[in-house]
């Protein structure tokens, strides 16, 4: 019986996350990015391949194939105009969907009573939606620097009455040296990449490797962060910083679960 409530209460907490994804739908563009933005629309650009940016909280497969299949949007891109060769986009999200929320506080994260949680590049807030869900994190801040997507943020708070736990700080994740000291729990999903030049990346990440330094707690990233900083030039040795975590990415095997999504979720421990 216990489960059989546990099972409801998990699905009705799925439907408010999905009115929320609805809300936001309604507020958006397709693509999800602001004009705002210019630095990472013009990143999607510049990608060698053609490369769509779909924001995985907001549409799910299921919603990506209607749109298709409405002609509202394309999984392909044409390789010589004209003719019938085509090759599949690249799809970028800079938000997790549904199952991976679920998946970052059923399986990746451990109890979150009492802890404090701060989502960095919070963008629509869903790690922070879902936190206030599937978690009983104490706080949880986002940390966004730009200002329609704190709006945004700021008007489902209100809404679904997030306000006793969730706080949207508007700000450069540069300037919150002493939230990140506090934090249990950091959250980076693919977050400077696509808003920032190299050397900015570079002095986030020291910035972030300098602070993030509460021993025990965790910090969770997508792409893992030897990839994250193959990319740029920073002294952080990161065998002296964190111990990755083992996770275990086949637990949603009866599902129909995009496990290449998973298997990009990384936790580490602070040391």
Known sequence: MADDFDELVVTNNDVVLKNIAEDLRNRLPMEAMFNSEHQAVQKIHQHPLPMIHVDAFLYDDDFVDSLCEEGKMSRNYCTECGSYKTASLEFISHSFSLMELKFLYHHVLPDLTGKVVVDVGSRLGAVLFAGYLYSSASQLYGVEMNADFCQLQEMMVTKYQFIDRIKVVHADICTQA????????????????????????????????????KRGSLLVTVPSLTESLSKVQTDIQLGQWVEEMQLNYDVYVEKDVDREALVQIHLYKIL
Not at 180 to 201: C, G, P, S, T
């Open 178 to 213: 002493s939230l990140l000291q506090k934090a249990d729990v950091v959250v980076m999903n693919n977050v400077f990449e696509y808003f920032l030049d190299r050397q900015e990346q570079a002095r986030a990440w020291e910035f972030v490797a300098c602070n993030v330094t």
